[in-house]
């Protein structure tokens, strides 16, 4: 009893029944981890095994048994909780959340017993209701608004539903795929429950409820590696002369869950112009620039960090030989889309240029780069507040590309549950941050089974070469037709079930 009041130390005061405010409420935020959630960074650990400890050692008691106590405890081991006078167990319950009360009492038969006596005792329920219609009036009683304690309490229970998560949207426990469901087979889907666009670094809502479920599968030892396949997911587009493909990637190692966004950009036209664009593609500039030039969009580093800052004077070296304005009477350098020549011209084909050095480098396989590239390009770097490593770096393409950019992001989100790693990837806040004093690449060591950060070339499967060339688009372009046409090519996803009916295939490496 007493590592429970240690654990569980948020006392329920029976006066402010009627309370909205509670210390352990629920926050309306997606970002949380509906596993244990919602608790204080402090106890969140603690709070879970408390439950955790209860279900397994302190509630030991056939649910089935109907005997009289006497006979069950001859018969059975019965917990020393079970054995206290009513009135101590009242005592040791006001100590616990509203969430965590129905908990208990959703255990067995007697916990269910002993908690309509406590309320029939404080005059709170019907002495003729049924249990379950008792605890759904405790609920309404102990919050009027019916978002906190009910949410804290779907949050609690959802540790246990395996195929099932609490949706902070909704408001709701839900099927993870229902997200992905055509408005047609689910009529009721909410409509704040879509996906996440570009603008943000983790995966999309509705891939993050997948990612729940499969570490709930995993801690309680079910099958979980066929839900792989549905998080791993490549989307490639090509608009104005511009590809973007962008593919997500999910390991385990050891207990910690890693993901890989890894986004190849490249251009079809080979111009100055087209290398100082990607510069701007790196800024992340609005969708309404003054240019009127469209361009595609990437995920940013992470929370703390986008592309541009870290790598502008890398980029800065590519482009600014290449201009063909004179700034020298301007107080500070502005260049525009006119400063730049739009005729052909392939820096991976001028022999001394950093990015001829570096492709050459890396179709030579060698271990050691003897060139003057800058230590930025290829280099795997990491965020000093949160669990992420990045990189940029060069790659050979099928026609009609060549070569293009690789963007690469390595996310460690642990253990989901509970779990710091996790909370550092949601909305920056200051208490959330992870002072990471090695930031180069253990992450992305660990993802690719690396000794070294420095033995990593990025790779790109066969499959997403093959989706480029988007079904013999690439044939037709190099005979002069559909240069521009705009596509997109992505998995098809059945509208009835919300599941990927084209999966990427898996290896050992990724279980």
């Not at 973007?244 to 111009?271: A, E, F, G, H, P």
């Not at 179709?363 to 990045?390: E, F, H, I, W």
């Amino acid at each position: 009893m007493q590592d429970i009041l240690k654990m569980l130390s948020m006392k329920r005061r029976k006066s402010r029944i009627n309370d909205v405010g509670d210390s352990n409420d629920v926050v309306d935020n997606d970002d949380q981890s509906s596993i244990g959630n919602p608790v204080s960074p402090a106890d969140s650990s603690a709070a879970m095994t408390g439950i955790g400890d209860s279900n397994n050692n302190s509630l030991a008691l056939n649910p089935g048994a109907t005997q009289s106590p006497g006979e069950g405890r001859s018969r059975h081991k019965v917990s020393g909780l079970l054995l206290l006078p009513q009135e101590l167990f009242d005592n040791i319950t006001s100590y616990l959340s509203h969430a965590n009360i129905i908990c208990l009492a959703l255990v067995n038969k007697e916990l269910m017993g002993r908690f309509l006596h406590s309320c029939r005792v404080l005059e709170l329920l019907d002495p003729d209701e049924s249990p379950y219609k008792a605890l759904n009036a405790f609920i309404k009683k102990a919050d009027g608004s019916r978002t906190k304690i009910r949410g804290s309490l779907l949050s609690l229970l959802d540790y246990d539903l395996l195929d099932l998560v609490y949706c902070y949207k909704c408001k709701k426990l839900h099927d993870p795929f229902l997200t992905f469901k055509d408005r047609v087979f689910a009529p009721w889907k909410a409509a704040r429950c879509t996906d996440w666009t570009m603008d943000h670094h983790m995966p999309s809502r509705a891939t993050r409820k997948l990612l729940r479920t499969i570490t709930k599968r995993r801690i309680h030892g079910v099958e979980y590696r066929h839900l792989l396949q549905q998080v791993n997911n490549t989307q490639t587009s090509y608009q104005k002369g511009f590809m973007v493909q962008c593919s997500l990637r999910m390991r385990y190692r050891d207990d910690d869950l890693l993901l890989r966004r890894q986004q190849v950009v490249s251009s079809i036209d080979k111009s100055a112009l087209t290398l100082w664009l990607f510069g701007q593609i790196l800024r992340n500039p609005p969708h309404h620039n003054h240019w009127a030039i469209p361009l595609p969009k990437v995920h940013p580093i992470c929370n703390h960090h986008t592309w541009y800052p870290y790598y502008a004077q890398m980029v800065q070296q590519w482009i600014e030989p290449l201009c063909t304005t004179d700034h020298s009477a301007a107080a500070e350098v502005h260049h525009s889309p006119s400063c730049f020549n739009s005729d052909p011209f392939d820096v991976s084909k001028q022999e001394g240029h950093i990015i001829y050095e570096r492709l050459k480098w890396l179709s030579s396989g060698a271990k050691q780069n003897p060139t003057n590239v800058p230590m930025l390009l290829g280099n795997v770097l990491g965020c000093n507040r949160c669990t992420t490593d990045y990189s940029i770096d060069l790659t050979r393409l099928p026609e009609p590309f060549g070569w293009g950019f690789i963007l690469t992001t390595w996310l460690d989100l642990g253990k989901i549950d509970f779990c710091n790693k996790w909370d550092s990837h949601r909305d920056a806040r200051p208490f959330r941050e992870i002072k990471r004093d090695y930031t180069c690449g253990e992450i992305c060591e660990r993802f690719e089974d690396l000794a070294s950060w420095r033995d990593h070339r990025p790779q790109i499967s066969e499959l997403n070469m093959e989706r480029m060339q988007n079904y013999g688009w690439s044939e037709r372009v190099m005979s002069g037709k559909e240069r521009y046409d705009s596509w997109s090519s992505g998995h098809s996803c059945n509208p009835a079930t919300g599941r990927i009916e084209d999966p990427d295939p898996l290896d050992e490496a990724d279980y």
